[in-house]
């Protein structure tokens, strides 16, 4: 009998410390969690979502509150629904690969023209006197009035869309690199030029890595604009690719499937930009990344 009333009275003490222990490791859950929303990668991770996920509510609640048609504006359970069958459509995947093949081509292309002519114009002032002009007057020209032209030279096929693809991922690397090999420290160079070295030292061994972090910039800008020179060359003639199919579902009043198709261009080129983006971090690894 003893034994069993000190057992007795001992489960209430017992259940007390429970529950502080429960509610210590509770609190430390919790400042786990307050640890890890607070750092910035975290942050960049998740609150893209909740943004998207607080747009798509009042998008949804709004197009039915207001009875919008779905020619005008459908809800996003309605694009959800179109987007589900493209997922899981051959056509769809078919597509998508033909405008990625001609967004990282043209880009590639584009990347490795305006590099070089970069590299030329900030190490040769005459270069740059006689044909920057030259080069910003043809960049100022719409590219929309320049792709008929292609199409006549380079045929409806993948080769006109590259071309506009890389028409327009040129200009920003072109001038990205030229800033970055014009911006390096005088400082640095004059040491070099101390040390005996000679100008292609000087450019390997300073102004190059010093106008990296400048070209990588450049790089994820011709990232987004290849995918729209992309779109762009499919909206003024081809056979395949998502601007052909967005043309087609326009032609059947398909708002939803359209919208379904700029959500699929919207993650392939988060995916790609943030794949440049990840590449600089990785090869420029001396820049300080705020």
Known sequence: MPSTLSDTRELPLKTAQDEQ???REAWDVRKVLLQALSSRGLRRLVLPFVAVGIILIVWEIGVRANDIPFYILPAPSAIYQSLEKDVSSLIMWGNLYVTAKETLLGFVFGA??????????????????????LIVAFQSMPKVAIAPLLLIWFGFGLESKIAIAALLAFFPV??????????TDLRQEELMHSLAASRWQVFSMVRFFNALPSVFAGLELAMVFSAIGAIVGEFVGARAGLGYMIQQRNAETDIAGIFAILFILGVFGATTTYTVRLLAARIVFWQQHR
């Open 21 to 23: 222990e429960l509610k």
């Open 112 to 133: 490795l023209l305006g590099f070089v002519i970069g590299i030329f114009l900030a190490e040769f002032p005459i270069i740059d006197d006689t044909f920057y002009p």
């Open 174 to 183: 072109l001038v990205n690199t030229a800033l970055g090999l014009r911006s």
